[in-house]
């Protein structure tokens, strides 16, 4: 079974920055991409970033130039670099995991959570 385990929210004043971390256990495809997704407060789960086992990444462009997606393959652990944070920013921060197999099944795990809140 796979767990996701996220950590590094918290409180920031407007202009600040975070890192968050999420690290993947149990058996885990070598064909996957990792990101993260984020959830404020009435509103739907929206995507933020993801990076694939190969290094690929994709951005939305509400965090394109501040956010930065990097990943540790031999720790199978993510990071979420947020610089410039907004107070719109604020919300839970999900991490997700997608994962084929090789007779190409897709898998999705997600994490906990973890709480940015982004003073202004």
């Known amino acids: 079974q796979v767990q996701l385990v996220e950590s590094g929210g918290g409180l920031v004043q407007a202009g600040g920055s975070l890192r968050l971390s999420c690290a993947a256990s149990?058996?885990?495809?070598?064909?996957?991409?990792m990101g993260w997704y984020r959830q404020a407060p009435g509103k739907q789960r929206e995507f933020v970033t993801t990076?694939?086992?190969?290094?690929?990444?994709n951005y939305a462009d509400s965090v394109k130039g501040r956010f930065t997606i990097s990943r540790d393959n031999a720790k199978n652990t993510v990071y979420l670099q947020m610089n410039s944070l907004k107070p719109e920013d604020t919300a839970a921060y999900y991490c997700?995991?997608?994962?084929?197999?090789?007779?190409?099944?897709?898998?999705?795990?997600w994490g906990q959570g973890t709480q940015v809140t982004v003073s202004s």
């Open positions: 990076i694939t086992s190969g290094g690929s990444t």
């Open positions: 997700n995991l997608v994962a084929i197999s090789r007779s190409g099944l897709k898998y999705t795990y």
């Open positions: 149990g058996s885990i495809f070598s064909n996957n991409a």
